[in-house]
C-alpha cells in the first residue's frame, strides 16, 4: 500500500479547476448570439457530423466546447430530461432554467466526486417571444452558472472573441448581422496576426433559434441547423 | 472491469424514449398499470371510444381523415375529440379504441420520434417508425386483454423511396401494409364500402379529401358511433395530407366545403340508401 500524500481542499479545487481549463482551451470558439430574428449559435466545427451545437426542446438549444464525448453525454441527457418534464407535465413547462441548474448540478458533482472533473463549458439558450424573454445560460465545469444577456462566448480564445462581439452587438441584429459578427470574433481568432479571411462555410456549424418558428415556418420547434448552402446564402 | 464498464454505458445508449422510460420511469408509460382484478369481459368498463379513420393513397402521398365523436356505450361521450394526429413532418397516425389509452400512446410516439430525431440527428426510416409504432400497440396487449384495446392507422410519407404508404396494426402490434386505402375503429366496414366505389389510383389531394369526407359520411349514417359532419356545430372530420413536403392540416374553409358539397348532393339525389 502506497501512502496518500496530504493534499490541502483548496490545492485539489484549483489543480481539477487548471486541468479542466487547459482542456477547453485547447478547443475552438462557439459563440451564442441573440438578436432580433431569434438566437443564433455559431461554431467553428469541421466535421459535418459531431455537433456542438444540437436541440434540446422546442425553444431550447444547447451549444458545448471542450471533450465530445463529454458533452455528447451531457446533450443526450438534457433531451432526456426534457423530453421526459414535457411528456410528463406539458411542452411549455420544460424551460432552459430548469435545464441549466440540472447541468449545473451534474457538473458541479462530477467536478467534486469523480476522478477528473468533465473539460466542458457549455451553454443554454432559450428564445422568447421577445427579445426580453431570451434565456442565456453559460455553463462552467465546475457547475457553476452564468446568467447571460446579448451573447456567451465559449472556447479556446473566448476573451478575445468576447471583446470582439462586444463592440458590434445590437439588439437589431438580424440572424445574417448576428452570425457575420460571431465570423468577426472567431476569425481573426482562427489565423491570428494574418488579415482576416472569411471562414469557408463548411468549416463551420450554425443552427438558429426562431423566435417566431409558429407563424414562419409552422413549427413549434424553433430549432434549425444550417447546411453549407444556407450559410453561404446567409452571408452572401 | 473496464470491459463491463463499456458494456454498461453501451447498453445505456439508446436513443429510443419508451426505452428511457421504461428503465427508468416505468410508471408513466400509458401501460404500465394493469388494473388489478378489475374489468372482466362481463362487466366491459364504461369508457370513451373513439370510433372512424380512413386513410389513402393519392397522387403524390397519402391522406388521414376521422370523425370527431368518441362514444361511451350509447352516449356521445365527445363531440369534439380529434383523433388524427402529426406523428413528425412526414407521418400521421389515427386512432381508433380507447380513447384516453390511445391519447396518451400518441403523445409518447410523438416524443418517441422527436426523442430519435433528437438524439440522432436523423429522422427515423418510415419502416422504423411503423415498427416502434407496432412494439407500442404490443405493450399494450395486457390492457387490451382486458377491453381497453387501441387500434392505430399510420400513414406516412417514404422519403428514401417517395412515396406515401399506409400501415394498419392488429392489437398484438401486428404490422400490416396496406394499398390504396384502409379504415379502422366501430365505422369503418361501411367506410370500407364507400372507399371501395369512391377510391381509385393518381386521386389529386382535392378528390382524395372528398372521398375520405363521404366515406366517413356514409359510416357516420350507418354507425351510430361515427359522428357525420355537424352543420349547426360547425364540426368537420379532421383531415391530415403528408406528401414529399411534410404534413399538413387541411384548413376547415377546406373541409365545410367538402362537407356541405356531400351533403348537398345527397339532399338533391333525395335517396334512402
Known amino acids: 500500500m502506497t501512502q496518500q500524500f496530504y493534499v490541502s481542499p483548496e490545492q485539489l479545487m484549483k489543480d481539477r479547476a487548471d486541468f479542466a481549463r487547459k482542456g477547453i482551451a485547447r478547443g475552438r470558439s462557439v459563440v451564442v448570439i441573440s438578436c432580433a430574428d431569434g438566437i443564433a449559435l455559431?461554431?467553428?466545427?469541421?466535421?459535418?457530423?459531431?455537433?456542438?451545437?444540437?436541440?434540446?426542446?422546442?425553444k431550447i438549444a444547447f451549444a458545448a466546447v471542450g471533450k465530445y464525448n463529454e458533452f455528447e453525454s451531457l446533450r443526450q441527457a438534457g433531451v432526456r430530461y426534457a423530453d421526459v418534464r414535457g411528456y410528463s407535465y406539458d411542452r411549455e413547462d420544460v424551460t432552459a432554467r430548469g435545464l441549466a441548474s440540472v447541468y449545473a448540478q451534474s457538473l458541479g458533482a462530477v467536478f467534486t466526486a469523480e476522478q477528473k472533473p468533465f473539460e466542458v463549458e457549455l451553454a443554454v439558450a432559450e428564445v422568447g417571444p421577445t427579445q426580453e424573454e431570451d434565456h442565456l445560460y453559460r455553463l462552467t465545469f465546475d457547475g457553476s452558472i452564468a446568467d447571460e444577456h446579448s451573447f456567451v462566448v465559449m472556447g479556446g480564445q473566448a476573451e478575445k472573441v468576447s471583446s470582439a462581439i462586444e463592440g458590434g452587438w445590437r439588439s437589431t441584429l438580424s440572424f445574417s448581422e448576428a452570425v457575420r459578427l460571431a465570423l468577426s470574433g472567431l476569425a481573426p481568432?482562427?489565423?491570428?496576426?494574418?488579415?482576416?479571411?472569411?471562414?469557408?462555410?463548411?468549416?463551420?456549424?450554425?443552427?438558429?433559434?426562431?423566435?417566431?418558428?409558429?407563424?414562419?415556418?409552422?413549427?413549434?420547434?424553433?430549432?434549425?441547423?444550417?447546411?453549407?448552402?444556407?450559410?453561404?446564402?446567409?452571408?452572401? | 472491469?473496464?470491459?463491463?464498464?463499456?458494456?454498461?454505458?453501451?447498453?445505456?445508449?439508446?436513443?429510443?424514449?419508451?426505452?428511457?422510460?421504461?428503465?427508468?420511469?416505468?410508471?408513466?408509460?400509458?401501460?404500465?398499470?394493469?388494473?388489478?382484478?378489475?374489468?372482466?369481459a362481463a362487466a366491459p368498463l364504461q369508457v370513451p371510444h373513439a370510433t372512424t379513420i380512413v386513410a389513402m393513397s393519392y397522387d403524390g402521398g397519402v391522406l388521414m381523415a376521422g370523425d370527431r365523436r368518441a362514444t361511451m356505450?350509447?352516449?356521445?361521450?365527445?363531440?369534439?375529440?380529434?383523433?388524427?394526429?402529426?406523428?413528425?413532418?412526414?407521418?400521421?397516425?389515427?386512432?381508433?379504441?380507447?380513447?384516453?389509452?390511445?391519447?396518451?400512446?400518441?403523445?409518447?410516439?410523438?416524443?418517441?420520434?422527436?426523442?430519435?430525431?433528437k438524439i440522432e440527428g436523423t429522422l427515423l426510416s418510415l419502416e422504423g417508425k411503423a415498427?416502434?409504432?407496432?412494439?407500442?400497440?404490443?405493450?399494450?396487449?395486457?390492457?387490451?386483454?382486458?377491453?381497453?384495446?387501441?387500434?392505430?392507422?399510420?400513414?406516412?410519407?417514404?422519403?428514401s423511396a417517395g412515396v406515401g404508404r399506409l400501415f394498419s396494426y392488429d392489437v398484438t402490434g401486428g404490422r400490416y401494409e396496406e394499398h390504396e386505402h384502409h379504415s379502422v375503429g366501430s365505422g369503418s366496414v361501411f367506410a370500407r364500402g364507400a372507399l371501395k366505389k369512391l377510391w381509385r389510383p393518381n386521386l389529386t389531394a382535392a378528390e382524395a379529401l372528398a372521398v375520405a369526407v363521404e366515406s366517413l359520411y356514409d359510416a357516420a349514417d350507418d354507425d351510430?358511433?361515427?359522428?357525420?359532419?355537424?352543420?349547426?356545430?360547425?364540426?368537420?372530420?379532421?383531415?391530415?395530407?403528408?406528401?414529399?413536403?411534410?404534413?399538413?392540416?387541411?384548413?376547415?374553409?377546406?373541409?365545410?366545403?367538402?362537407?356541405?358539397?356531400?351533403?348537398?348532393?345527397?339532399?338533391?339525389?333525395?335517396?334512402?340508401?
Open chain 1, 42 to 58: 455559431v461554431a467553428e466545427n469541421p466535421s459535418p457530423s459531431l455537433h456542438k451545437i444540437g436541440e434540446i426542446y422546442d
Open chain 1, 189 to 236: 481568432a482562427a489565423d491570428s496576426g494574418e488579415s482576416a479571411k472569411p471562414m469557408p462555410a463548411r468549416a463551420l456549424e450554425v443552427a438558429v433559434l426562431d423566435r417566431l418558428s409558429e407563424s414562419t415556418r409552422g413549427s413549434r420547434r424553433a430549432f434549425r441547423r444550417l447546411n453549407d448552402a444556407d450559410i453561404t446564402a446567409l452571408l452572401a
Open chain 2, 1 to 40: 472491469m473496464q470491459e463491463s464498464t463499456a458494456n454498461q454505458v453501451a447498453a445505456n445508449a439508446t436513443s429510443s424514449f419508451t426505452e428511457h422510460l421504461q428503465r427508468d420511469r416505468p410508471e408513466l408509460l400509458p401501460f404500465s398499470r394493469s388494473p388489478q382484478g378489475a374489468a372482466s
Open chain 2, 73 to 117: 356505450g350509447n352516449i356521445i361521450a365527445s363531440r369534439h375529440i380529434e383523433k388524427v394526429f402529426p406523428a413528425d413532418r412526414f407521418s400521421v397516425l389515427g386512432i381508433a379504441g380507447t380513447a384516453g389509452i390511445a391519447i396518451d400512446l400518441t403523445r409518447l410516439f410523438q416524443v418517441e420520434l422527436e426523442h430519435y430525431e
Open chain 2, 131 to 159: 415498427n416502434r409504432l407496432g412494439a407500442m400497440i404490443r405493450g399494450n396487449l395486457p390492457l387490451a386483454l382486458q377491453g381497453l384495446a387501441v387500434v392505430p392507422l399510420f400513414a406516412g410519407f417514404d422519403t
Open chain 2, 224 to 273: 351510430s358511433a361515427t359522428g357525420g359532419p355537424d352543420t349547426v356545430r360547425q364540426l368537420w372530420p379532421v383531415v391530415y395530407t403528408v406528401d414529399s413536403s411534410g404534413a399538413r392540416r387541411i384548413p376547415e374553409a377546406e373541409l365545410a366545403a367538402a362537407a356541405r358539397n356531400v351533403i348537398e348532393a345527397r339532399t338533391i339525389a333525395g335517396r334512402e340508401a
